[in-house]
């Protein structure tokens, strides 16, 4: 769709075609917000196709996101999902992803000069966004040609499908381009560039054509690894703790989570597993434990700890307090990232850590287990 | 369990000897806010007896919203449900409810002057609470018969389970003694007062020993029932409505908002179907629809309506702003209550005017409908 109020373009002939050879008589829509006008606009057109729609009003926070219980409920035979692409190996009910690209260049473009600023006398930059602005990254490589700066694009890799594509949480597409560039260029929300900050030791830049921000997020990177290291150092004196899995299809770890509780156990915390949909300060508070370890979405360990007031650590964090893995170990290789959202191929030495199995010793953290789907 | 430290007092022993009769290995403890040391508590109980448990930090609003799912994409073979009681007519997992009873009368006792000042010349009164506060009844009835009040306490009726019980959703067990009473007292949040004091004209008493509050709701009936009116007001301006459904076990009313949907589209409205888990203002605000319909818990169309800013009716609302129904004979039957909230056995003109088989006549608009089991 791209309707003369629409600032997004979406294959609508598309997603009809495939709803009539699929036979879908009852779909469910779903979509973050942001996005729910076009959620709303979809409802209308299958309404005059004769497809049942229902628009789901739940919180969607990424491909890790769909909504399988909620279709389930309601018998619906195809989840369209808007504004994300699969991060599940396999979908428990029919879904279609239909991205929502914005059609706009404008509020891109108008942040160039700004761009170039803020890049100093960076030679070689890393470039990627959020799906929203993945067809605009040319207009930023040209312009930074122009100026005789050379604009890497990364490939997919992990969870990301399209060349230039970040997610919210995994940025691993980023790491092959290291020692090519001086810089990272993110386009997305401010936090899109903040998780590639935190994974990288180069200068990163976010440019978020919605707020019509450019930042290098430098201060901010260093800002928040103090935080996480003061957390890191609560959570020590932490006597009751909590350890949060989600049931999100895609933030399903209650392997992991049991493994934690055990290792604290282990270590005389008392540990009690917490699970959630929807994982929030407002509904862990009422447990009044000391702090908490998440495996859920690793955003929320960042965007929430404010408000969590306890810590609230991710695995890696939590291995650092239990003095199993060095501080600066996890600085160097990232901090956001889950053991498994480093590499898919690789070292083990996480995994043998939280089982017991070997003392922290290589540089080779890097796990294959993807334990998600 | 009654620690020195816990003011409720809950049936371990009971609890213990039904999941050993059942073989029970791994549960899930749900329980509301305010609850959830209790839970904690029972977590560590069952961990010394090789029973593994999750701790929800979901939401939990009722006896209709039970977590099935998340005890199902746990795997767990038992739900060990606090605070509630039994709300859904079968229970897709097994699921042990666990009263949790103030042990203190103390925090009510308080309250007895402040109450019998409120009562003014009232010569009766029904009394009712939540089931926190159930077992202190006669602390107020006692007090009331000693001046001279004769205090009637409701028999368990619609959703209710025990003599004197109300639920935050339905009143109905006040009914029958609306005759016999110049007053209602009820023990527990203000809502639950609120809630009544919607249901009858009769003056209506909070009683809330937490926030040690005593409040005759007679300012506050009047003021929503006009807020009331107003949205409904509005609503006939709309012409973008969403009816909101929620996927909650006793809260799913999807052929209700099915029928909703087609008769505001019948009176020339674009009605889109909207569902979630968490039916809320934060999620909704994003369709930027005109006005919704409400067929999930009915409190949220009270408590949630300010930060809604749209009108957020009620389904008797929305027939009263599709002038099939009266205002006054809602207000005369309770603004609150759903259809099948009054009574479980009579009218059925409420469902004929959604259907459009008959038009608004009678005063016997009682559904023997009951359907989100």
């Given at each position: 769709m791209?309707g003369?109020?629409?600032?997004?373009?979406?294959?609508?002939?598309?997603?009809?075609?495939?709803?009539?050879?699929m036979?879908?008589?009852?779909?469910l829509?779903?979509?973050?917000?942001?996005?729910?006008?076009?959620?709303?606009?979809?409802?209308?057109l299958?309404?005059?196709?004769?497809?049942?729609?229902y628009i789901?009003?739940?919180?969607c926070?990424g491909?890790?996101?769909?909504?399988?219980?909620?279709?389930?409920?309601?018998?619906v035979?195809?989840?369209i999902?808007?504004?994300?692409?699969?991060f599940?190996?396999?979908?428990?009910?029919?879904?279609i992803?239909?991205?929502?690209?914005?059609?706009?260049?404008?509020p891109?473009?108008?942040?160039?000069p700004?761009i170039?600023?803020?890049?100093?006398?960076?030679?070689?930059?890393?470039?990627?966004?959020?799906?929203?602005w993945?067809?605009?990254?040319?207009?930023?490589?040209?312009?930074?040609?122009?100026?005789?700066?050379?604009?890497?694009?990364?490939?997919?890799?992990?969870?990301s499908?399209?060349?230039?594509?970040?997610?919210?949480?995994?940025?691993?597409?980023?790491?092959?381009?290291?020692?090519?560039?001086d810089?990272y260029i993110?386009?997305?929300?401010?936090?899109h560039?903040?998780?590639?900050?935190?994974?990288?030791r180069?200068?990163?830049?976010?440019v978020?054509?919605?707020?019509?921000a450019?930042?290098n997020?430098?201060e901010?990177?260093?800002?928040?690894?103090?935080?996480?290291?003061?957390?890191?150092?609560?959570?020590?004196?932490?006597?009751?703790?909590?350890?949060v899995?989600?049931?999100?299809?895609?933030?399903?770890?209650?392997?992991?989570?049991?493994?934690?509780?055990?290792l604290?156990r282990?270590?005389?915390?008392?540990?009690?597993l917490?699970?959630a949909?929807?994982?929030?300060?407002e509904?862990?508070?009422?447990?009044?434990?000391?702090?908490?370890?998440?495996?859920?979405c690793?955003?929320?360990s960042?965007?929430?700890?404010?408000?969590?007031?306890?810590?609230f650590?991710?695995?890696?964090?939590?291995?650092?307090?239990?003095?199993?893995?060095?501080?600066g170990?996890?600085?160097?290789?990232?901090?956001l990232?889950?053991p498994?959202?480093?590499?898919?191929?690789?070292?083990?030495?996480?995994?043998?850590?939280?089982?017991?199995e070997?003392?922290?010793?290589?540089?080779?953290m890097?796990?294959?287990?993807?334990?998600c789907?």
């Amino acid at each position: 769709m791209n309707g003369e109020d629409s600032p997004y373009m979406v294959e609508l002939e598309g997603l009809v075609a495939r709803l009539g050879s699929m036979g879908s008589r009852k779909v469910l829509i779903q979509s973050p917000l942001g996005l729910r006008g076009e959620a709303v606009r979809i409802s209308q057109l299958l309404s005059g196709l004769g497809v049942a729609s229902y628009i789901s009003s739940s919180n969607c926070w990424g491909g890790c996101d769909i909504a399988y219980s909620e279709a389930e409920r309601l018998g619906v035979d195809t989840i369209i999902h808007l504004g994300h692409t699969p991060f599940m190996r396999r979908d428990r009910v029919r879904t279609i992803y239909l991205e929502c690209r914005h059609t706009d260049p404008k509020p891109l473009e108008s942040l160039i000069p700004q761009i170039l600023d803020v890049l100093d006398d960076a030679k070689s930059v890393g470039l990627a966004a959020s799906i929203q602005w993945l067809d605009h990254l040319g207009t930023i490589s040209s312009a930074l040609e122009r100026r005789g700066v050379k604009a890497l694009i990364s490939k997919p890799y992990m969870f990301s499908q399209y060349v230039g594509q970040v997610l919210g949480c995994d940025y691993s597409s980023l790491l092959p381009l290291e020692s090519w560039v001086d810089c990272y260029i993110i386009v997305g929300s401010i936090f899109h560039a903040l998780g590639a900050a935190l994974l990288t030791r180069k200068m990163t830049v976010a440019v978020d054509p919605h707020s019509q921000a450019v930042k290098n997020l430098g201060e901010m990177r260093e800002r928040v690894l103090r935080q996480r290291y003061a957390y890191i150092t609560a959570f020590r004196k932490a006597r009751k703790v909590g350890v949060v899995s989600s049931v999100k299809p895609g933030q399903a770890r209650f392997g992991l989570a049991d493994l934690l509780a055990r290792l604290l156990r282990s270590k005389g915390f008392e540990a009690y597993l917490i699970t959630a949909d929807e994982v929030g300060p407002e509904t862990l508070d009422d447990f009044r434990l000391d702090g908490y370890v998440n495996t859920a979405c690793p955003r929320l360990s960042l965007e929430d700890q404010a408000r969590m007031g306890k810590p609230f650590l991710l695995p890696m964090e939590t291995l650092v307090a239990l003095n199993l893995l060095e501080w600066g170990y996890v600085v160097e290789n990232g901090v956001l990232m889950y053991p498994w959202g480093w590499s898919p191929a690789g070292g083990r030495i996480f995994w043998k850590i939280l089982r017991g199995e070997e003392p922290s010793t290589g540089k080779d953290m890097r796990s294959q287990e993807i334990s998600c789907a």
